[in-house]
């Protein structure tokens, strides 16, 4: 009853009065109070510029760190729970290398493709950047009035990394011309010379066609590459005689049936496919659900895994002897030509196993190496260049020996811009041994390992600041630290020595991918202030990432930067998102 009552006397009708005129007095207090707010904030907005939500933003450290020093910025970058178990090292500095900022600078890192850095340096410096390389077809024999070769015809390689490609000049994603739909011939190098050798009247090769690739030793896989990598194009076998980069790409189509298509089209493995139509509608990762698998040595290809019928996946799968499938390629040339071939096509290698290739140590070249850098080494280059073509399969001057044909590559510029630029492993590695050949006579990755260790002390980088097993950075023996690659990068824009750049500078610098522009660097920095102010190397493996270059900044001057990670999770994108601010922050407070 007392309940009863109590309620009763809440909802009374002057008591619902009374509740109703409050509640509406209070709704009026609060539209008055949101009426004036919103005045407030119009009249703080007058003079403001407003915000173009369409527009990229640029790459940046946190806003709440950019009154910041720039060590505080790196320091807080490199703490991020999502990278900070990683081992990062950092280094910036004036072209004149006057420390800016520095982090485990002298402690040791994977380069990854860092390492071509060095080599493609090594290149400009003791080749020069006019260097090029010839591919002959060479008759071992006499050839009769009939046009019969009594003998074999050589396919003789000369180091050139492009030979069999169309990959030179390297031409920005932006700037390539539409497709008009017609393809040149895949082996374009290998058509000339056979309509070369065809022109000179020969008919017939009572012999066999043989790739011979003698100006370097066979030494296909350098110390330290994963046998996982071997089967693909990034991890091709090194040659003399390279075509098509030692590599043939591979499609799968899966709709009706599974189709497997090659380019070049030329048969070379014996290709089994255990390849489904997955039963997912949506689109999968090639590199993810298609996989490839040989044994070193084997002609027998198998491609197995599942896709999506509407999405073809394409591979590029090294070739196991490059050499051999050239001499196949030029033979089938040859025969759409009308000449006859009674043999077979060949292989012809220069075996010789060095036992300790990244320490041997040259004394002769120690000494010479002042010299070569002083610009002497046209002479004794060419000279060593003479030797080699004499040695390799008897050379073209020793009796019976006729050159048929050449085939004379791009300049050395030319062909350092596109390894760096796509961060090609095969044509570092032949780079390296063309090194190798010119001041040796030895046309071997350690001659041209040898050729490296005495050149970067007169860069100024310390003994024990870098150790190299191959010249493109996919061996992972390679160790080098963040100073060692600032020291090499103002090298070569600033002489310590002269106080200018090197002849070969302006090029070097242009081989470097552009953030935001092309190369490796086309989908990074891709906004303005960062968009063509980057001019950096990327470097990728497993569990290492590096990025080293020139970077223009807020205050108009341009420094040197490397950043190099370990260590950190396979797969994960988080430390090469944390480089991109670190750039970012060096950019603005510099």
Known sequence: MYWRKKVQRMFSRKNVKRMFWRMKVQRTIRRAACLLTMAAASVGAIGQTTVDATKPEAVSAPASSAQQPLS?????????????????????????????YALNEAQLFQPASNAKLFTTALAMALLGEDERFETQAVASGDIDKQGVLHGDLKLVGGGDPSFGTQDLPYVAPAMRP????????????????????????????????????????????????????????????????????NEIDVKVTTALRTTIQTDPELPYYSIEHEVFNSWQNEPRDCD??????????????????????????????????????????????LERRG????????????????????????DFVHMIMPYLLKGAYQRAFKRGGDCMAQSASG????????????????????????????SQNLHAEILLRDVGVAYSCMGSQGAGLTALREF?????????????????????????????????????????????????????KASLPVGGVDGTLADRFTAAPLKGHVFAKTGTMGEANAL????????????????????????DSADRDAMDKIVAAIAAAE
């Not at 505080?72 to 970058?77: D, F, R, V």
């Not at 703490?79 to 990683?86: N, T």
């Not at 003994?463 to 190299?468: A, I, K, R, T």
């Open 178 to 245: 539409m497709s008009t739909g017609v393809a040149p011939p895949t082996l374009a190098d290998i058509e000339e010379l056979a309509d070369k050798v065809y022109a000179t009247g020969l008919r017939r090769i009572e012999g066999n066609v043989v790739g011979d690739d003698w100006k370097m030793i066979w030494e296909p896989y350098p110390p330290g590459w994963d046998l996982d990598d071997l089967v693909y194009g990034y991890g091709a076998p090194v040659s003399a005689l390279s075509v098509h980069d």
């Open 288 to 333: 993810k659900y298609i996989r490839y698998q040989r044994a070193l040595g084997s002609k027998n290809l198998v491609v197995f895994g599942e896709q999506q019928s509407q999405a073809p996946c394409t591979q590029a799968v090294a070739i196991d002897d490059p050499a051999e499938y050239a001499a196949m390629a030029f033979k089938a040339a």
């Open 456 to 508: 970067l002390p007169h860069t100024g980088i310390q003994e024990g600041d870098f150790v190299f097993y191959d010249g493109s950075g996919l061996s992972g023996h390679d160790l080098v630290t963040p100073r060692a690659i600032a020291k090499l990068l103002s090298y070569v824009a600033h002489d310590p020595k002269t106080g200018t750049p090197q002849p070969w500078f302006a090029a070097w």
């Open 72 to 100: 505080q910025q790196i320091a807080a970058l490199v703490a991020d729970p999502d990278v900070a178990r990683a081992h990062w090292g950092v280094i910036v500095t004036t072209l004149d290398g006057r420390p800016i």
């Open 339 to 362: 000449v006859v071939v009674t043999g077979s096509a060949q292989a012809k290698h220069l075996i010789w196993r060095d036992t300790n290739p990244t320490t041997r140590v040259d």
């Open 548 to 571: 080293s270059g020139y970077l223009d900044c807020a205050s108009g001057q341009t420094v040197i930067f490397s950043i190099l990670v370990g260590n950190h999770l396979p797969g």
């Open 395 to 422: 050379g073209p001057d020793q009796l019976g020996q006729t050159v048929l044909a050449t085939h004379e590559s791009h300049r050395l510029s030319e062909e350092v811009t596109y390894t760096m630029k796509v």
